[in-house]
C-alpha cells in the first residue's frame, strides 16, 4: 500500500466488505509495539439524516480545531500557501 502525499491509504475492498466499512463509517488508527491497527469506530454505510437539524446533531462535537482560526487550521493542514507574495 502506497501512501499518498495528502497522507492517504486506501483500504483494500475485501478488508471493508469483512469489516462492514463503508462510506460514513469511521476509522482510527492505533499505533503500538508491533506497528498500527486499523480500528473501526463505527461501521456502516452512511445515511442520509432525515434533516439538517438532525445531521447538524450527528456530527456536533466531533470536530477540534485546537483553537486554531479556519486559515491557521488551512495551513496546519495543507501546508503554507507558495503562491501568495509576502507583503
Known amino acids: 500500500m502506497r501512501v499518498t502525499?495528502?497522507?492517504q491509504?486506501?483500504?483494500p475492498k475485501d478488508i471493508r466488505d469483512r469489516l462492514n466499512i463503508g462510506p460514513g463509517s469511521e476509522v482510527?488508527?492505533?499505533a503500538d509495539e508491533k506497528g498500527a491497527r486499523l480500528i473501526v469506530v463505527s461501521g456502516g454505510?452512511?445515511?442520509?439524516?432525515q434533516d439538517f437539524e438532525s445531521w447538524i446533531?450527528?456530527?456536533?462535537?466531533?470536530?477540534?480545531?485546537g483553537g486554531m482560526t479556519t486559515d491557521e487550521y488551512m495551513e496546519?493542514?495543507?501546508g503554507?500557501?507558495?503562491?501568495?507574495?509576502?507583503d
Open 5 to 7: 502525499e495528502k497522507g
Open 9 to 11: 491509504v486506501t483500504i
Open 28 to 30: 482510527d488508527f492505533v
Open 45 to 49: 454505510k452512511f445515511r442520509e439524516p
Open 57 to 65: 446533531n450527528s456530527v456536533s462535537g466531533t470536530f477540534d480545531t
Open 76 to 78: 496546519w493542514l495543507r
Open 80 to 86: 503554507p500557501r507558495d503562491d501568495l507574495g509576502s
